[in-house]
């Protein structure tokens, strides 16, 4: 699965469980360290992808069900709330 999310001065995308992030050069982060950083954890991620974490969390939530095993009951108590 590969899912964008478009920006007006960036894109994100996710792939094979990757997050990228295209903002004037190409960042990459594993997204288990995206799921770490948004449900508070120690997370070593560029400041870039940080600022996007929630929207992915929240778009991967929202059209992709067979990734939902991925993400532990930490990341449902946050995003319910």
Do not use: C
């Not at 999310?5 to 995206?34: C, G, H, M, R, W």
């Amino acid at each position: 699965m590969k899912l964008r999310l478009a920006y007006p001065q960036k894109l994100v995308v996710i792939e094979n469980k990757t997050v990228y992030l295209f903002e004037n050069k190409l960042l990459s982060a594993p997204l288990d360290e995206v799921v770490n950083y948004y449900i508070g954890r120690e997370a070593v991620l560029p400041q870039e992808i940080k600022a996007v974490a929630h929207d992915v969390i929240k778009a991967l939530l929202g059209v992709d069900e067979s990734i939902i095993p991925f993400f532990s009951a930490e990341v449902w108590r946050k995003v319910s709330t």
